[in-house]
């Protein structure tokens, strides 16, 4: 099983729609939580970050995390066809200068259509 | 300000052969991680230096290896190279004293070993 769960998709939704996105995980010792967004041939892209539970937003992007049930989700609101990408969360155990090892999820592809 | 440059772009190798992939990380920087994305997964970390010094390892096998210059630049050697070590190869920088695993990515480096 591997440490970190996320629906490959791909996803579809009409211009306007509120998306959701989300991860599981099975690592207790992961504190901190990220959201990328990749656009093909490009890499990736820091949109949230959250550290331990709860709930973060940042314009139209909302980062919750439930640390009981190891879940969390990036909710997207008034989609645009810009918004059409990958979407990585991405979870780590440690700071200090250990930093460099995040461990991402398959990613899901979402396409926003006019 | 410049971010995180990652050389070459693109690549093509035989099997057998060696690459070098080469990343600068932004300025003031001193992190350097590497990832290696094959198409429709996530990233999965390789190496993390941290100056000069090698902080962390994934689970690749030992053909892959990687250094840190003075300036913080970074090398990626991979040898005898597989046809299942074509992939993007990520190279991701980060600020220490953060406390967080903030990581910026460079566009990458597409290896194609045929």
């Known amino acids: 099983q591997k440490e970190v769960e996320q629906d490959p998709g791909p996803l579809s939704v009409p211009e306007g729609a509120i998306v959701s996105l989300n991860c599981t995980y099975s690592n207790s010792a992961f504190q901190y939580f990220m959201w990328y967004r990749q656009y093909s041939r490009k890499g990736p892209e820091l949109l949230m970050y959250?550290?331990?539970?709860g709930n973060k937003e940042d314009g139209r992007f909302t980062a919750q995390v439930d640390k009981s049930s190891k879940y969390i989700s990036l909710f997207i609101r008034d989609s645009q066809p810009s918004d059409s990408a990958t979407y990585l969360c991405?979870?780590?155990?440690?700071?200090?200068?250990?930093?460099?090892?995040?461990?991402f999820g398959q990613g899901t592809i979402l396409t926003v259509h006019p | 300000d410049a971010g995180v440059t990652q050389s070459p772009t693109h690549l093509i190798k035989t099997r057998g052969q060696h690459v070098t992939l080469r990343c600068s990380p932004i300025?003031?920087?001193?992190?350097v991680s590497w990832y290696q994305q094959v198409l429709g997964q996530g990233p999965q970390f390789i190496f993390q230096?941290?100056?000069?010094?090698?902080?962390g390892r994934g689970n690749f096998p030992d053909r892959f290896s990687a250094r840190q210059f003075p300036n913080y630049s970074s090398e990626l050697n991979v040898n005898a190279l597989l046809l299942g070590d074509s992939a993007l190869y990520l190279c991701?920088?980060?600020?220490?004293?953060?406390?967080?695993?903030?990581?910026?990515f460079g566009a990458g480096s597409r290896l194609t070993v045929l």
């Open positions: 991701a920088s980060s600020l220490v004293g953060t406390g967080a695993n903030v990581l910026t």
């Open positions: 959250t550290y331990s539970s």
């Open positions: 991405a979870m780590s155990a440690r700071s200090g200068t250990s930093y460099g090892k995040l461990t």
């Open positions: 300025s003031g920087h001193k992190s």
């Open positions: 230096y941290y100056e000069k010094e090698e902080r």
